[in-house]
T-cell receptor, first 117, second 118 residues
Framework: GENVEQHPSTLSVQEGDSAVIKCTYS??????FPWYKQELGKRPQLIID?????GEKKDQRIAVTLNKTAKHFSLHITETQPEDSAVYFC????????????????FGSGTRLSIRP | DAGVIQSPRHEVTEMGQEVTLRCKPI?????LFWYRQTMMRGLELLIY????????DSGMPEDRFSAKMPNASFSTLKIQPSEPRDSAVYFC????????????????FGAGSRLTVL
């Protein structure tokens, strides 16, 4: 079945440095790749997403890259700040295809990011 | 809109008891998902509905778990009988899929129901 692998499981970076989280997916039909951030005790919230017709997307300090051939995508956070400390989840799914089970969103196992002051 | 509403926020029960978790999705959203979150297994998809119809329940752990969506504004996840290993945070999420590449499948999560089975 579909699977999303995420690495690393924990990541600690110095404030101001960059953080990179990587994911791979198994379903070659996946065409939508969101990233969710979950702060301690809170619900996951979407921070950025990318479609398979785009190789890179940037939103201020956050960027995502997608390599469809290799079936992997990454989250890059630059100039990290204390408020970036959270658990980050990648996910993969299909959109725009109305078949049964096509819209299930499978999450990676999460990366706990800690920003050291 | 008040967002996705889940109840109860916290539930502590004894092994063998029935547990019912409730969810009210965002009005107009046509997909509803139930996820379970634990430290060991992360965010697991249990079941999801499209227009109130269950589409994929392959993530439901076993027959003790059941989910229903009797109408567009309400869904339940039931565990009967509950076991200590069911202890987790259960999230409900809803989304609107437009069938195109514009803004589809953005999940809005509820606050979660933290279940503890003693």
């Amino acid at each position: 079945g579909e699977n999303v692998e995420q690495h690393p499981s924990t990541l600690s970076v110095q404030e101001g440095d960059s953080a990179v989280i990587k994911c791979t997916y198994s379903d070659s039909a996946s065409n939508y790749f969101p990233w969710y951030k979950q702060e301690l005790g809170k619900r996951p919230q979407l921070i950025i997403d990318i479609r398979s017709n785009v190789g890179e997307k940037k939103d201020q300090r956050i960027a995502v890259t997608l390599n469809k051939t290799a079936k992997h995508f990454s989250l890059h956070i630059t100039e990290t700040q204390p408020e970036d400390s959270a658990v980050y989840f990648c996910a993969a799914s299909r959109v725009g295809i109305r078949h049964s089970s096509a819209s299930k969103i499978i999450f990676g196992s999460g990366t706990r990011l800690s920003i050291r002051p | 809109d008040a967002g996705v509403i889940q109840s109860p926020r916290h539930e502590v029960t004894e092994m063998g008891q029935e547990v019912t978790l409730r969810c009210k999705p965002i009005s107009g959203h046509d997909y509803l998902f139930w996820y379970r979150q634990t430290m060991m297994r992360g965010l697991e998809l249990l079941i999801y509905f499209n227009n109130n119809v269950p589409i994929d329940d392959s993530g439901m752990p076993e027959d003790r778990f059941s989910a229903k969506m009797p109408n567009a504004s309400f869904s339940t996840l039931k565990i009967q009988p509950s076991e200590p290993r069911d202890s987790a945070v259960y999230f409900c999420a809803s989304s609107l899929e437009t069938g195109s590449y514009s803004g589809a499948n953005v999940l809005t999560f509820g606050a979660g129901s933290r279940l503890t089975v003693l």
